[in-house]
């Protein structure tokens, strides 16, 4: 089993829709969890942290549940602008690594069209 | 201010050939970051540096890949004999501390390609 996977995609949507991107992760000890976006050829950017308690930031929410060891990110409203791949991580400390390392999942590409 | 930078943006060699890659994190940055990110995949850790030391290396594929960080700032990850699987692009980051929920800040990443 991988440690963090993600729905494969890609997700094709048109503007103003909404859209849910899924995350499992194999190590119940994990402790950070986050949203990095990643657009063509560039390099991640942190789009937010997950808590426990979910947390919103505009448009976007972000959800976690530990006893599913499940995450989840939603964004409402979709702009074209969000078109970009979504990578779910987690920090590697109890994956055998330091609390320095993150783990990447695969990545859903996401395409808003007009 | 300055982010986190990387060069070069591109790199094309032919296999067996020594390759160094450099990163230049973000000033006062204490904690830097080695990743590697291939096609379609998400990035996968190499190695991190807290200050000069390496912390954890645990990421490294072999002993082909080795990287310092002398003064505390600036990066080199160093690749011998390099290998066709070794096409990748390689990405830096860093963060303020070590601490997990610190934000990583990436680099736009260096793109090698191995003949």
């Known amino acids: 089993r991988k440690e963090v996977e993600q729905d494969p995609g890609p997700f094709n949507v048109p503007e103003g829709a909404t859209v849910a991107f899924n995350c499992t992760y194999s190590n119940s000890a994990s402790q950070s969890f986050f949203w990095y976006r990643q657009d063509c050829r560039k390099e991640p950017k942190l789009l937010m942290s997950?808590?426990?308690s979910g947390n919103e930031d505009g448009r976007f929410t972000a959800q976690l549940n530990r006893a599913s060891q499940y995450i989840s990110l939603l964004i409402r409203d979709s702009k074209l602008s969000d078109s970009a791949t979504y990578l779910c991580v987690v920090n590697g400390r109890n994956y055998g690594g330091s609390q320095g390392n993150l783990i990447f999942g695969k990545g859903t590409k996401l395409s808003v069209k007009p | 201010g300055a982010g986190v930078s990387q060069t070069p943006s591109n790199k094309v060699t032919e296999k067996g050939k020594y390759v160094e890659l450099r990163c230049d994190p973000i000033?006062?940055?204490?904690?830097l970051y080695w990743y590697r990110q291939s096609l379609g995949q998400g990035p996968e850790f190499l190695i991190y540096f807290q200050g000069t030391g390496a912390a954890d290396d645990s990421g490294l594929p072999n002993d082909r890949f080795f990287a310092v960080r002398p003064e505390g700032s600036v990066s080199t990850l160093k690749i011998q004999r390099t290998e066709r699987g070794d096409s990748a692009v390689y990405l830096c980051a860093s963060s303020s501390t070590v601490a997990s929920t610190d934000t990583q800040y990436f680099g736009p990443g260096t793109r090698l390609t191995v003949l």
């Open positions: 000033s006062g940055h204490t904690a």
């Open positions: 997950v808590y426990s």
